[in-house]
């Protein structure tokens, strides 16, 4: 596509349940990544896919977040049993290689608010 | 561990006006660096991007430079238009790992 697209844009879900986050990237880019940004905090690393590589990810903040990414396209991240502290704006990104020498390119986000 | 300060947090200038955003990184070895701008309730938009053998980029009124010995970037606008409102970020890539880290952004307010 044009951009990187991100569903839903919003989302207002109770705590305890799960939710689900999709990106669909740049058609082509490789490199995909999730952030988490909550209000007035910076931009929060998450996760990050490269290709066929094994994922990084090392900011996942606890093991009820995970993610995956099928076809080396759109990716998904779960977040279980959430909590109010999950309540966040949650970014994906794209690059054509790795953010080390490419431009990245965002998503509009999906809001999550956990009541 | 990696931490950026992004300054001043807020800034509000009249139209017309030249000004300058600072980013500083504890850790000095970046390898590039992103400057991004963030409208309210939008994502982010790359604005200029410092690659590993360069000091600075331009496009069009803006300037940003990188001063790796130091670990220090500045944004330039030049005569500043309301339409730059926004939150300017600005992310390192330290190439020991994947992570783009971010700073907390400058909220810019340009008066009309």
């Known amino acids: 596509g044009a951009g990187v697209s991100q569903s839903p844009s919003n989302k207002v879900t109770e705590k305890g349940k799960d939710v689900e986050l999709r990106c669909d990237p740049i058609?082509?880019?490789?490199?995909l990544y999730w952030y988490r940004q909550s209000l007035g905090q910076g931009l929060e690393f998450l996760i990050y896919?490269?290709?066929?590589?094994?994922?990084?990810k090392s900011g996942l903040p606890s093991d009820r977040f995970s993610a995956e990414r099928t076809g080396g396209s759109v990716s998904t991240l779960t977040i279980q049993r959430t909590q109010q502290e999950d309540s966040a704006v949650y970014l994906c990104?794209?690059?054509?290689?790795?953010?080390?020498?490419?431009?990245?390119?965002f998503g509009a986000g999906s809001r999550l608010t956990v009541l | 561990k990696q931490e950026v300060t992004q300054i001043p947090a807020a800034l509000s200038v009249p139209e017309g006006e030249n000004l300058v955003l600072n980013c500083s990184f504890t850790?000095?070895?970046?390898?590039?660096l992103q400057w991004f701008r963030q409208d309210p309730g939008k994502g982010l938009t790359s604005l200029l991007l410092?690659?590993?053998?360069?000091r600075e980029q331009t496009s069009g009124r803006l300037n940003a430079s990188l001063d790796k010995s130091s670990g220090r970037s500045t944004l330039y606008i030049a005569a500043s238009q309301p339409g730059d409102s926004a939150t300017y970020l600005c992310?390192?890539?330290?190439?020991?790992?994947?992570?783009?880290?971010f700073g907390t952004g400058t909220l810019l307010a340009v008066q009309p």
């Open positions: 850790d000095s070895a970046i390898y590039n």
């Open positions: 992310a390192g890539y330290g190439g020991a790992t994947n992570k783009l880290i």
């Open positions: 410092i690659q590993s053998s360069q």
């Open positions: 896919f490269q290709g066929n590589s094994a994922p990084d």
């Open positions: 990104a794209s690059s054509l290689y790795g953010a080390g020498a490419n431009v990245l390119t």
């Open positions: 058609s082509g880019h490789t490199a």
